[in-house]
């Protein structure tokens, strides 16, 4: 598939058929995830890969899905046959950045003007988010905000952050955002050349 399709076919997807999701695929989409840029090549983004039922359902209780569902929509995050948690390490870029090739002038770690790990851990997410469309399938993302109790369900370590769980599988028919509504900003909009 050329990059131009999978482009133009990504969207979020919240309604998925009970067809598996071969795990060939789910390895090629998280190698995938591998190249990921990473800031000082720390590479501190981390997946959890669940397939098992009883765990989907568990984190879609974890979601409030049914009030999801009581809204007239499908459900979503329990019909997806597999989910990845998408995950960063913060400590893993302090660590990485008080190695001596990173130090600062000073002989100190570098006052990190924005936190590079969550920016780092947005690009995983982006490439998970693009391979499922180039192997055939539909993805979604919830965030983790909405979902207290996750790291203690999968055992992600406290010292590891969850930025979400990316949905995947065969995609069904389903109920489209209100937020389609909107349309895209024309380019003109958001694309400054030279200056703003």
């Not at 960063?88 to 100190?108: S, T």
């Not at 924005?114 to 993302?141: C, N, Q, R």
């Not at 909405?146 to 790291?151: E, V």
Request: aromatic share 10%.
């Amino acid at each position: 598939m050329e990059f131009k399709e999978v482009l133009s076919r990504r969207r979020m997807v919240r309604n998925y058929t009970d067809e598996p999701v071969d795990r060939e695929a789910i390895e090629r989409i998280i190698r995938a995830a591998k190249r990921a840029p990473s800031a000082g090549y720390t590479q501190g983004q981390y997946l959890v890969v669940v397939t098992e039922q009883a765990t989907r359902r568990a984190i879609a209780e974890l979601s409030n899905e049914a009030e999801y569902v009581a809204e007239g929509f499908d459900p979503w995050i329990s019909s997806a046959p597999a989910h990845i948690v998408v995950c960063i390490n913060e400590d893993d870029y302090h660590r990485r950045y008080q190695e001596p090739d990173k130090l600062d002038e000073a002989g100190n770690e570098i006052e990190w003007p924005v936190p590079y790990w969550w920016i780092d851990g947005g690009a995983a997410l982006m490439l998970v988010l693009l391979a499922a469309v180039d192997e055939g399938l539909a993805a979604g993302f919830f965030g983790f905000h909405r979902m207290s109790g996750l790291n203690t369900l999968l055992g992600i370590p406290p010292e590891v952050a969850p930025l979400g769980v990316v949905t995947l599988g065969h995609p069904a028919p389903d109920r489209r955002s209100s937020s389609l509504n909107n349309r895209r900003k024309p380019l003109s909009r958001i694309a400054h050349w030279e200056r703003w």
